[in-house]
T-cell receptor
Framework: DQQVKQNSPSLSVQEGRISILNCDYT??????FLWYKKYPAEGPTFLIS?????DKNEDGRFTVFLNKSAKHLSLHIVPSQPGDSAVYFC??????????FGTGTRLTIIP | DAGVIQSPRHEVTEMGQEVTLRCKPI?????LFWYRQTMMRGLELLIY????????DSGMPEDRFSAKMPNASFSTLKIQPSEPRDSAVYFC?????????????FGDGTRLSIL
């Protein structure tokens, strides 16, 4: 049973435009959410996180939005750059429980 | 600073053989995690250690899988006997603390193919 779902396996966006990656979760107890970015043949690297007490967290071109009532998380990248082409994983956690990851979305930025 | 180091990067072996994956966490990190990545299930946590002690192995698929952490700088994940369905990318990650806000740092993974 997948508690964290990334329903879009892939996404293509024009360079300079906004990329929006979505993530849905089923466990309302999750209180901490993260996004990881993964290049081919490399391990995932931490990108940005958000606590459930917030609804938005921003770091440069990256903004994560949390809608607790909808159990929905999104990552916005503005403007999108070719180096953003990667697989993005969202992950969620409740308290000191383990991280639960989604299946990933492959983002391709078209020059 | 050296990151998490995994070896081998690639492993191809025949069904039934023993496979050993190795991991060296970042120095000073107290927690170590083994994950498996597949297309269908994404990143799944197999087991994690805190201060070299296994804390949660509920993600280990079956008794064919075992993991050890004999000291703070080394861990192994062993599959014996291996099966084709074990083919996946296996990642090791480490962090300063167990599940606090410290992000996990991942190695580059071992791509395992069981023929």
């Amino acid at each position: 049973d997948q508690q964290v779902k990334q329903n879009s396996p892939s996404l293509s966006v024009q360079e300079g435009r906004i990329s929006i990656l979505n993530c849905d979760y089923t466990n309302s107890m999750f209180d901490y959410f993260l996004w990881y970015k993964k290049y081919p043949a490399e391990g995932p690297t931490f990108l940005i996180s958000i606590s459930s007490i917030k609804d938005k967290n921003e770091d440069g071109r990256f903004t994560v939005f949390l809608n607790k009532s909808a159990k929905h998380l999104s990552l916005h990248i503005v403007p999108s750059q070719p180096g953003d082409s990667a697989v993005y994983f969202c992950a969620a956690r409740f308290g000191n429980e383990k991280l639960t990851f989604g299946t990933g979305t492959r983002l391709t930025i078209i020059p | 600073d050296a990151g998490v180091i995994q070896s081998p990067r690639h492993e191809v072996t025949e069904m039934g053989q023993e496979v050993t994956l190795r991991c060296k966490p970042i120095s000073g990190h107290n927690s170590l995690f083994w994950y498996r990545q597949t297309m269908m299930r994404g990143l799944e946590l197999l087991i994690y250690f805190n201060n070299n002690v296994p804390i949660d192995d509920s993600g280990m698929p079956e008794d064919r899988f075992s993991a050890k952490m004999p000291n703070a700088s080394f861990s192994t994940l062993k599959i014996q006997p291996s099966e084709p369905r074990d083919s996946a990318v296996y990642f090791c990650a480490s962090s300063l603390y167990e599940w606090e806000d410290q992000p996990q740092h991942f190695g580059d993974g071992t791509r395992l193919s069981i023929l």
